[in-house]
């Protein structure tokens, strides 16, 4: 079992900068790929990024390549994603993800069946 609890989210005006964290744990050596995805009201829950646990490889949406980044901190069993230049389209709940099944190298994995483990979300405002 993986626990995960996001926190960080809150309100930022458009062009600003937000940082949200997720804290891993339980069977955390079992942590294979981390994920960030995001949802709106009546809408699917969308892929934002992904980063491979061990050798730290990212795979961003184009929606967010070059504005967020995605990190992991191994000490503190931490996966952030740092929101920069944000716009009112990032207003979401954003949700952290594990996955714990073999992944294989340079495969997206940006679905959320590909995906064992969820946190309860936090949510972002971006505000004009």
């Known amino acids: 079992q993986v626990q995960l609890v996001e926190s960080g989210g809150g309100l930022v005006q458009a062009g600003g900068s937000l940082r949200v964290s997720c804290a891993a744990s339980g069977r955390t050596f079992s942590r294979l790929i981390m994920g960030w995805f995001r949802q709106t009201p009546g809408k699917e829950r969308e892929f934002v990024a992904r980063?491979?646990?061990?050798?730290?490889?990212?795979y961003y949406a184009d929606s967010v390549k070059g504005r967020f980044t995605i990190s992991r901190d191994y000490a503190r069993n931490t996966v952030y994603l740092q929101m920069n230049s944000v716009k009112l389209e990032d207003t979401a709940v954003y949700y952290c993800a594990a996955r714990t099944r073999t992944y294989y190298r340079g495969e997206p994995y940006s679905r959320n069946e590909d995906y064992d483990y969820w946190g309860q979300g936090t949510q972002v405002t971006v505000s004009s």
């Open positions: 980063i491979t646990w061990s050798l730290g490889g990212t």
